[in-house]
């Protein structure tokens, strides 16, 4: 079973419980919601292959971030302005801070440089088949372990964020990755997404670092 075979590779739960006002988050999402605090309910949050992926947990303790801190529209969301439109839980990430959610219907994939999003499948179960036929793929494994075998363990509340940024030519090597905030780097995104927003392939930009 999927399921299992990635919470083989996952590392122990991040938080060990939450109460039902902290699953209130999932209740507009229905059957999906609901499939997604199953999963939390198997295991509250973790990491897996070497910390290229992230699952949030559920949970409201401070030093950690939970699923309903990440989701807060004043965290780094609102960066992103009308590129998020519609009702989106964004519950995972990979290495580089691409962002695994689920919508009433689907589980999608926003790649946060662009603010594009990519259909995954329609159930929790079918994301694991997904996450793990390509695994290496959808997480940024072989950059996460490289950049960590060179230089240390990555820390929970880091990404991988690359100097220039891969939609303007950024190179998927070591040598242009740094570990940082998971947070200002996703408000930077938000900010890259709206300036580059409909402008043709190729066009040269004057960056604005807001």
């Known amino acids: ?61 401070q030093d950690l971030m939970t699923l309903g801190r990440w989701n807060d529209h004043l965290l780094w969301r609102c960066e992103y302005s009308h590129l998020i439109s519609d009702p989106i839980l964004f519950f995972a990430q990979d290495i580089y801070g691409n962002q695994f959610g689920i919508t009433t219907n689907s589980v999608v994939l926003f790649y946060s440089e662009t603010a594009e999003i990519e259909v995954l499948s329609d159930s929790i179960a079918k994301w694991c088949v997904r996450l793990l036929s390509d695994w290496r793929g959808f997480s940024g494994f072989t950059l996460a372990h490289d950049w960590q075998t060179q230089n240390r363990a990555i820390t929970e509340g880091e990404r991988l964020i690359p100097r220039i940024p891969f939609v303007l030519g950024g190179k998927y090597t070591v040598a242009n990755l740094y570990a940082g905030s998971a947070v200002a780097a996703m408000r930077f995104r938000g900010s890259l997404a709206l300036q580059i927003a409909g402008i043709p392939d190729g066009t040269q930009i004057d960056l604005k670092i807001v």
Do not use: K
Not at 2 to 19: F, G, I, K, V
Not at 23 to 37: K, S, V
């Open 1 to 61: 079973m999927s399921l299992e075979r990635l919470l083989s590779a996952a590392s122990d739960s991040s938080l060990p419980s939450w109460t039902n006002a902290d699953a209130d988050i999932l209740e507009r999402f229905g059957t999906l919601g609901g499939e997604l605090h199953d999963l939390l309910a198997r295991r509250n949050g973790f990491f897996a292959f070497e910390s290229a992926i992230q699952v949030f947990p559920l949970g409201t303790r």
